[in-house]
């Protein structure tokens, strides 16, 4: 029986919601966030409806990864739904809030597994996501203090 794995991070980052919503909603940007991942097409603009297809590489495998965006609201929110070879592969949301000290960001990975697999997929996503949202840190603020 399926069901779904929901894992959220909060980030401190030193740098304004500007430049946040520009790393976390350019396509282009995921090459350099993630090692594994290969931009091949972008549909749009990052507005609602844009499409973004990746190949990941995970090991000796790779999958496909397609991306729709179903919420764009500028350095506040965005919502995308994934699907992996037509089926459908979770949803990641971020949430934008700005502080004193640049931006609070609230990233959200919602997964489809299996009853036996979640605890697996579970680590594997908070390991994952972690080091994802430091790296979106790392060049957030790099952006930030090359246009300062």
């Known amino acids: 029986m399926k069901s779904t794995v929901s894992v959220t991070q909060v980030r401190h980052i030193a740098a304004a919601p500007a430049t946040v919503w520009y790393v976390v909603t350019t396509p282009q940007m995921y090459e350099r ?3 594994r991942c290969h931009l ?4 749009g603009n990052g507005e609602v ?3 973004y297809v990746f190949t990941v590489r995970a090991g000796l ?4 990864l397609h991306y729709v965006i179903r919420e ?4 506040a929110r965005w919502m995308a739904e994934v699907d992996r070879a037509g089926r459908h592969a979770g949803v990641q ?5 700005p502080d004193t000290a640049g931006t609070l960001l609230r990233w959200t990975v919602d997964m489809p597994t299996g009853r036996l697999t979640r605890r697996l997929v579970t680590a594997s996503c908070r390991r994952e996501l972690n080091k994802w949202l430091t790296t ?8 930030q203090g090359s246009t300062a």
Request: net charge negative; aromatic share 4%; proline share 6%.
């Open 33 to 35: 966030l993630d090692p």
């Open 61 to 64: 495998a790779r999958a496909r």
């Open 49 to 51: 409806g844009s499409q």
């Open 40 to 43: 091949e097409s972008t549909t």
């Open 136 to 143: 979106v840190d790392h060049y957030s603020r790099s952006i």
């Open 72 to 75: 764009a609201t500028p350095e």
């Open 93 to 97: 949301r971020a949430e934008l809030l």
